[in-house]
């Protein structure tokens, strides 16, 4: 809207929140465990031995492998929901233990099914020889199930076995930002950078939990440390840009963002900061700023339509154009990505308004008097 402001660290939560899941989902995919490469680790044939100890497979072992082989090319290419029957079925045959076991942990902790996720982990950490994986996945699941102690732990685990793994700090942090746990996320950071002290992107983690935790002043020279590290690349430019925010600097954010896109980082996540920094500028309908910023925020939806951030600064700029059921559109999928998000319930409401649909308008706003009344009193809200 109009020269509506928003405080920097909601902007700032913006790039975490939406990002994190698309980034959660990347590590949790890149753990899948390919059922030959499993058998293989344990010094197995790739072929499964039938269980009447012949060197050639059953009817029945080769349909539970196929179901394995199944259930984790779904896991792969993220259709987690659709790979659990596969990968219950070739559990419940015997077939390759770890492999069924880590994949299902991914499938159900992918899919927010975080007891569950528990349950096949715990059981799969002794059949199979990589347990820093487990642990790692273990933590996310604890995470997920607001268990910080358990998750604690297993990261403790982890990081003792494999104390140099970047990506296990990261993709912990990633879990403790969608959970908003961000003191445990701090601990966790702060425990990597011990053994990775000049690690960028963990800088930059360990910022934005102090500016999350209201403590932006000593994330700031952790914003500016991971820039130095990194100078142009990613991490670096997201740094700058972040800090910016915090500080209330969009004119700085905005000339950072188009360096970035400038130079080459031309993804969805740049191309909707640009476009939402530039609508927080307060531009007005027909001003250059929101023909860019639709422009922008458009490619980063083609690029990926599940980044709620995009979907609700979208949603939006076609408030402010009065294209209301364009707006409807878009704010639906931001609701669905994130229901417990106040803006949207808000501009839903103008924009149901405008289309004459009142009582839905009416139910919009009551979600919001809901969703400050659970914030105030500590509650998160409702969850996907």
Not at 79 to 96: E, R
């Amino acid at each position: 809207m109009p020269g509506m402001k928003c405080g920097p660290p909601k902007i700032g939560r913006m790039y975490r929140r939406a990002a994190t899941l698309t980034l959660a989902l990347a590590a949790l995919l890149s753990t899948a465990v390919v059922p030959s490469c499993g058998a293989q680790s344990q010094g197995a044939p790739r072929a499964p031995v039938s269980s009447t100890g012949q060197g050639h497979p059953s009817a029945d072992d080769a349909d539970a492998s196929r179901e394995l082989e199944t259930g984790t090319q779904l896991t792969r290419r993220g259709y987690l929901q659709q790979a659990i029957p596969h990968l219950l079925a070739a559990q419940q045959a015997g077939i390759n233990p770890y492999a069924a076991g880590v994949n299902l942990g991914i499938c159900y902790l992918g899919t927010g099914n975080y007891p569950r996720a528990i349950a096949v982990l715990q059981a799969t950490k002794a059949s199979g020889p990589d347990r820093a994986a487990v642990d790692n996945l273990l933590a996310q699941a604890y995470i997920g199930n607001a268990q910080p102690q358990d998750a604690l732990r297993s990261f403790q685990r982890a990081a003792a076995a494999t104390p140099k793994d970047e990506k296990l700090y990261d993709y912990l942090a990633d879990a403790c930002t969608d959970h908003r746990n961000y003191s445990l996320g701090l601990e966790i950071v702060d425990r990597g950078l011990l053994e990775l002290p000049e690690s960028a992107r963990l800088r930059y983690e360990k910022a934005l939990f102090l500016s999350q935790l209201g403590r932006f002043e000593e994330g700031k020279p952790e914003f500016e440390r991971a820039a130095q590290l990194a100078p142009d690349s990613y991490i670096g430019f997201l740094a700058l840009v972040q800090k910016d925010l915090y500080e209330d600097n969009l004119s700085a954010a905005d000339k950072v963002l188009h360096e970035a896109l400038r130079t080459g980082h031309r993804d969805y996540r740049m191309l909707s900061l640009l476009g939402t920094v530039l609508l927080h500028e307060g531009a007005a309908p027909g001003d250059p700023q929101v023909a860019e910023a639709q422009s922008a925020l458009e490619q980063s939806a083609q690029q990926n339509p599940d980044y709620s951030a995009t979907q609700i600064a979208l949603g939006r700029i076609y408030l402010m154009q009065n294209q209301p059921q364009k707006a409807v559109d878009h704010l639906e999928i931001g609701r669905r990505l994130e229901p417990d998000n106040p803006a949207v319930y808000s501009s839903l409401a103008s924009a149901l308004d405008q289309l004459g649909e009142h009582d839905q308008a009416r139910l919009m706003r009551q979600q919001i008097g809901r969703l400050l009344a659970q914030k105030s009193a500590g509650s998160p809200g409702p969850q996907q």
